[in-house]
């Protein structure tokens, strides 16, 4: 039995393929909010108690028997642990190319959470570790009002901005620059309401290194969920020496049976880029599909118009993804990409495969 999975696993992983991943629909599919199952209240990075209980119970295809045992992350009242490690095995075939394939570790990370006045006052580590050398994604002091409808953070975050979505190279997250490998320091006002859940940052624009000059970026995003769907904006402005770069974006999730879809767009001021600037505009459809209990199939569809001036020079991609999580804290997943961009280049136009397992807790 095992040996037909391994089998079924491998040629879909040749059929299919991607390095997409995306988590806000399981936000969408149960109707709440990404601060019902994260620490970080913007999403992303390291589950809560709900969190970890639901991948648990909720997400697999079968829950192994632990005995009395239950992996909640806390290891006291106030200290938490978490983290995730990602390997994978990649195919890339490029027009008039050799085709390349790697096996490689894409990322290695691990959480922790201290809580001096449990619920109020937070302390968290977000540590890349592999592959390459360590490096600090996030690193914050978080303190809630006593009600828990606004909180404050300082140190290295995430910008709130768009959907969460886990898959940096997403164009809706590589173009405007705001993804979880772009993290900057400065301040997070934010407010959890019942429906509502909005947040302001005040950073360096720095995407994380040293501040290089006395402009400082705001970035804001506001969003409204209900249970069935949700619609947000966003808006980031970047006051920099280099050239200041503006941000404005829509985003939104629907539910319908057992499909959960996404939506992105975001439209781009540069004006480091080019002589006198450059505007773009990015977009984002999903659809994912869970069929089964552990099985999931995301679709998605991209669009990239890197110049707004200048004619037939957009870039689409299309993605096939499917997700399995067979038992608590692993999951494999396999799917294709295929990019569609100018013809005169090839790279605008492979198609990438890849099959990768994600072991979390």
Known sequence: MKRSWIRIIALIAVAFATDATAEPWFAVQQGVKCVACHVNPTGGGMRNEFGTTWSQRVLPARQLDTGDFNWTGALSEHIALGGNVRASATYVDVPHQDSTSEFDIDEARVYLLLEPIPQRLSLYIDERVAPGSADNRELWAQFWWSDRSWY???????????????????????????????????????????????????????????????GKQLSARAEYVASAWRFGAAASFNDADAGNRSLGGLFAGLRTGPVSWLAEADYITDDALGESGRDQWVGLVE???????????????EFFEPDVDVDED????????????????????????SYDGIPQNDLQNRTTAFVQLNAYF
């Open 287 to 301: 659809a994912n599909w869970r069929f089964a209990a552990g099985h999931n199939l995301k679709a998605t569809a």
């Open 314 to 337: 957009e870039q689409n991609r299309w993605s096939l993804v499917w997700e399995f999580v067979p038992v608590q804290f692993v999951q494999l997943r396999t799917g294709v990409r």
């Open 152 to 214: 404050v953070k300082a140190g290295q975050l995430y910008l709130p901005y768009g959907l969460r979505l886990e898959d940096d190279t997403a164009f809706v997250r590589q173009v405007p620059g705001i993804n979880m490998t772009t993290p900057d320091r400065g301040i997070e006002l934010g407010y959890e309401g019942l429906n509502w859940t909005a947040q302001l940052a005040v950073t360096n624009g720095s995407a994380g290194g040293a501040e290089t000059d006395n």
